[in-house]
């Protein structure tokens, strides 16, 4: 990080668009006492949300002594609208405070110039250090340690009253979707960390747990791809067993799968603005991207790539990929990158037409049409557009979607979406427009049960008890482990770290979560059991709610 010369008294705080995650507007000038980070970040950036995970250990481990803010300065028009940014702060599960800045205010008093940026403030308010990009977290912590190291005059308390948004449905900001090219889908569900296996009316097959805000999901022969994106991995699950391996790891926010006709697996490595192909027994090549984030087309190792986000395959072994950053539909044919849609990282729009005038806003998905054409979720437009013939075209939808982040192709020609933020997935006729919501679950799980109120003391462990009704039925062992339980807070700081879901053989159980910090809220544990009477199979649920606090 570079550090401040001489003291500069930090500027105050402004933004138009108020402020998310705090029951108060926030000063620099009542959080004396602590160390203060900046984070100008937004939305639309990889880089940027790879920064907030990066923050998470350091505020657990400086806890009250250290107030992050986030400053949501916007690229994108859509990121300047107030609502889309607390879906996404609520997606990207950020728990401090953040200011909505769209006229940037707040980003021209600090002489910011790229995304992300981090400003350390002192605890007797002036600016000591500023970095920009991601990977800075341990010169942070150090920055961090150094500030709080002897002082006698902190403050103590917490800061602000976080406000937590909170969701019934049983999809959390599904991010992908994909068909096997049959009656099973599979769904990103990403903000439950899981992934889905359904049938084409939604009644649930399969659940796996345990990931980080998976995003790809492909269908493999006889296994499941999972892009696990917030840990970099690679996934492969036996859709018999259930048993898991690790394909490839250490990859940078990989965002989609694909899988090519060699029997490699193409990946969209959107952290690293390149796409890979991960080999049978595991190395990892470059197909497409220098690492340079821009638009550049020609022989595909040295083309500029600017965050891909989602994959399809194509007639003779191209790739058609949704280059989200620079607003672009592009193609991966004979070893060259060509650009259909797009003209580089500040140019966006909602034009149809031929290459020369059609215009995308942060597309994160596309799949391959009949005919040759291909479906764009168009996501920060909220549309879902279709290239065909070479010009985009505007499909007229029945009713609309609100970010969708991922599609793929069905048997009878029409497309499945993930309507992200509409916490559903749809199917979409691309010739009339008709939206038919895919209701995931079958309607199986009804309202929550009230439970026991619980209490505990920050840091300690909290043992729960987990059972559902079978209603006389035998659980499903064939297909891997039956239960499946998965614990969430809200607000989600009530809970500290470990496991958040489990994969089990049997019920009743018991299960264990650690307590987060101070405050009062909802535990919520959702159980989901596979069973089997006869020939006839069911998921049965059960949700029961658990008032909390933390002391």
Known sequence: MTTAVGRVRAPELRGAGGWLNTDHPLALRDLRGRVVVLDFWTFCCINCLRVIEELRPLEERFGERLVVIGVHSPKFPHESDHAAVGRAVARHRITHPVLDDPELETWQQYGVRAWPTLVVIDPDGYVVAMASGEGNGPALAGVIEQLLDGRSDLAVGPAFTPVALSSETTLAFPGKV????????????????????????????QEFGGFQQPQGVRFDSGRLLVCNTVAGELVAISLTDGARSVLASGLRSPWDALVLADGRIAVAEAGLHRIVAVEPGGAVDTLAGSRAEGLRDGPALGAHLAQPSGLTALAGGAIAFADSEVSALRVLRDGRVETLVGTGLFEWGTANGDRDTARLQHPLGVAAMPGGSIGVADTFNSLLRVWENGALRTVLLSEPLDEPGGLDGLPDGRLVVADTNHHRVVTVDVRSGAVAEIPIGGGQSGAPSQGLALAGVTGAPLVLAADVDLGGSDLDVQQGPPVHISVSADPQTLLGTGPRSWALDALPVTIEVRLGSRGRGVLTVDVIASTCEGDVCTIRRTTREHALTVS
């Open 178 to 205: 994909a068909s096997d090219g049959g009656s099973r889908l599979a769904v990103a569900d990403t903000g439950d960390d899981r992934v889905l296996v359904c049938d084409l009316d939604g009644a649930i097959l």
